[in-house]
C-alpha cells in the first residue's frame, strides 16, 4: 500500500476535514511536506506550545521562517480557538495539521468553527488536517470528515528492518554478526506485525541488544511490550505464565487434536482446501483442567496468550461495552498469532435480558467477528454452565469443536498426583499412586492439588516427610464437588454425553 499516494488522492478530493489517528507524527509530517510541493499547496502546523506557523522542511522542531515572505503570517496563540479564528479568516488556503487536538473536539466554539471553515473550504481550498493518538469525532462533523488510515509495515519491510538493525549493532561492535536461526527470524517478524515500523524497531534493538542474538527466548519479552504499546484500556490481560501439556494430566483426545492442528495455524505447512483452525470450546466441571489446557495450547504451540475478562468490559454508558469489546478484539487481531482465552463465557454473553439487551449486543459484535476475522486468533472458550450459552454460539461452524473436561479417570488422577507432588519436589517419596487414585474417584484436578498442598502442611506442622498416609488422611477430609452438587454436574455430564467430543 503506498500511504503517500493515498493521502494524495483524499486531498485532491477537498475533503475539507482529514482525521489521522496515529502516534506518528514525524512520518505524517513528512508525508504531508513532500504533498505540499507536489499540490502546490502551502502547509502549516498547530500545537499547544508553539502555535500556528508554516512549515517548509521536514524536520518536527519549529520551522525557519519563509525566505521569500510568500507565505500568510500568522502570530502564535496557543489556545485553539484562536488558532481556527486564524484558520477562517485567511485569505489563502492551504493544508493545516493540528496536532495533539483531540482535548478541544468537546467545546462548541471549536466545532462550530470547524464547521465554518469546512462550509467555506471549496473557494478557500483549505484542508484541515488533525492528528492524534485518538480522535472522536463529534456527531456534527461526521459528515464533513474523512479518516485516513496509515498501513502497517509489511512482512517484507520488517525483515528489512530487522536486518538494518542487525548491521547497526555489528559496526558498533567492530564487526561481530547477529545471531538467529530461520525459525526464531520468522517468529520475530510475527510477533511484530501489526505494529509500527517505529515501535518495532524499538523493541528490534532492544532484543539484540541484549545478547547480540534474536532467539526464541526474546520472544515472550516482545509479545509483552506489544501488549503493553497496544492495550490502552484494560479489556485483555496478557497471561506470561502459560504451560505445557505434560503439565496438564489425561486430556489425550485434546492433546491429539492439537499436535494434529498446530503446524496449520502458524503457518509452517499449507493444506489446500483447508482452512486453519478456528478454535474449540472445552466445557466441564468446575475445577476440571479446562484453564490449565488454555494455558497449554499458547505453551506448547509458542504463542502469547491474551485472556478476554468481560468483568472488565461491561460500561454502563450505551454502546460502551459493545466498543470495549470490539477495541480488544482488534488489540488480539494485531498480536496474532495467538491464543485468545475466553473464560467463563456464559457470563459474558448470556441470554438474560435484565441488562437492557447488552448482552445480546455483546453477543452480535462477538459472532460478528468470529465469522470475518482474516487474522490468526485461535479461540479457546472456556464455560462451566451449557445451558446459559446461547445456540448460536454453541453451533458447528463457529469453533471446530466443543470438548468436555469430565472428571478424571483413575490412570489421569495418578498422572495427576505426580505433577503435583513433582512441582513440589516430592517425586522420590514414598507415595503409592495407586492407592492414591483409587481412594479419590470423584474428585477433580484442582481437588487432587488442594490435597497435596493440605498434607505437605499437615506434614510440616508435624515434622515428618509426605507419605501415602498423610496423604489419604487429607482425602478423607475432602467433600468433592461431584458429592456436594451430585445433581448438578450428573446433569451435565449427562447432556455432554452425546452433544460433545470427549477431551480425554
Known amino acids: 500500500m503506498n500511504d503517500i499516494h493515498d493521502l494524495e488522492l483524499v486531498l485532491r478530493s477537498h475533503i475539507p476535514i482529514v482525521v489521522v489517528e496515529s502516534q506518528e507524527e514525524r512520518r505524517v509530517m513528512d508525508m504531508l511536506s513532500r504533498l505540499r510541493l507536489t499540490l502546490g499547496r502551502q502547509l502549516y502546523r498547530w500545537t499547544v506550545t508553539d502555535g500556528l506557523l508554516p512549515v517548509f522542511h521536514v524536520d518536527m522542531a519549529p520551522p525557519i ?17 484562536d488558532a481556527l479564528a486564524q484558520i477562517k479568516s485567511a485569505t489563502r488556503g492551504g493544508i493545516y495539521l493540528l496536532l495533539d487536538f483531540h482535548p478541544y473536539l468537546d467545546d462548541p466554539v471549536t466545532i462550530r468553527l470547524l464547521k465554518e471553515i469546512a462550509y467555506a473550504s471549496e473557494s478557500t481550498d483549505t484542508t484541515v488536517v488533525l492528528l492524534s493518538h485518538e480522535l472522536r469525532i463529534p456527531i456534527e462533523l461526521d459528515h464533513l470528515t474523512v479518516s485516513f488510515r496509515l498501513s502497517l509495515p509489511s512482512r517484507e519491510r520488517l525483515i528489512e528492518m530487522i536486518r538494518e538493525e542487525a548491521k547497526r549493532w555489528s559496526r558498533a561492535q567492530h564487526g561481530r554478526r547477529v545471531k538467529t536461526d530461520n525459525v526464531s527470524l520468522d517468529m520475530m517478524v510475527r510477533y511484530l506485525s501489526g505494529l509500527t515500523l517505529a515501535d518495532a524497531r524499538r523493541l528490534v534493538r532492544k532484543a539484540i541488544q541484549h545478547d547480540g542474538a534474536i532467539t526464541q527466548d526474546d520472544l515472550p519479552a516482545v509479545a509483552q511490550a506489544k501488549y503493553d504499546l497496544l492495550n490502552k484500556e484494560g479489556g485483555l ?3 506470561q505464565e502459560t504451560a505445557e501439556f505434560s503439565d496438564v494430566g489425561g486430556l489425550e483426545s485434546l492433546k491429539r487434536w492439537l499436535r494434529q492442528r498446530r ?10 482446501g483447508v482452512d486453519p483452525p478456528k478454535g474449540i470450546m472445552l466445557l466441564g466441571v468446575q475445577g476440571g483442567g479446562k484453564s490449565l489446557a488454555a494455558k497449554a495450547v499458547a505453551g506448547t504451540w509458542c504463542l502469547p496468550l491474551l485472556r478476554l475478562d468481560f468483568g472488565t468490559l461491561y460500561n454502563k454508558y450505551f454502546g ?11 488489540i488480539a487481531e494485531a498480536m496474532s498469532p495467538c491464543v485468545l482465552w475466553i473464560d467463563e ?21 462477538l459472532l460478528t467477528w468470529m465469522a470475518e476475522r482474516r487474522k490468526p486468533v485461535f479461540i479457546v472458550a472456556t464455560a462451566n454452565e451449557i445451558q446459559d450459552l446461547p445456540p448460536e454460539l454453541v453451533r458447528k461452524g463457529r469453533l471446530d469443536e466443543i470438548f468436555f ?8 488422577r495418578a498422572q495427576i498426583f505426580a505433577i503435583h507432588l513433582r512441582k513440589r519436589g516430592q517425586e522420590g517419596g514414598e507415595v503409592d499412586l495407586a492407592r ?10 484442582a481437588e487432587i492439588e488442594q490435597v497435596v498442598i493440605g498434607a ?22 475432602t467433600r468433592p464437588l461431584s458429592v456436594v452438587m451430585a445433581e448438578r454436574i450428573g446433569q451435565l455430564r449427562a447432556w455432554a454425553a452425546h452433544r460433545t467430543v470427549p477431551a480425554n
Not at 441488562?355 to 452480535?364: F, I
Open 65 to 81: 521562517p519563509d525566505p521569500e515572505g510568500k507565505a500568510a503570517r500568522f502570530t502564535e496563540p496557543a489556545r485553539a480557538a
Open 237 to 239: 490481560s496478557f497471561e
Open 263 to 272: 503446524a496449520t495455524f502458524v503457518g509452517e505447512i499449507e493444506t489446500p
Open 320 to 330: 460502551e461495552t459493545e466498543r470495549n469489546l470490539r477495541r480488544s478484539l482488534q
Open 345 to 365: 463465557l456464559e457470563k459474558g454473553v448470556s441470554q438474560a435480558d435484565h441488562d437492557g439487551g447488552t448482552s445480546r449486543r455483546v453477543l452480535g459484535t
Open 405 to 412: 473436561v469430565d472428571l478424571p479417570d483413575q490412570d489421569t
Open 436 to 445: 492414591l487414585a483409587d481412594a479419590t474417584e470423584g474428585f477433580t484436578g
Open 456 to 477: 505437605l502442611f499437615t506434614a510440616q506442622a508435624e515434622g515428618r516427610h509426605l507419605d501415602t498416609e498423610l496423604l489419604l488422611a487429607e482425602v478423607n477430609r
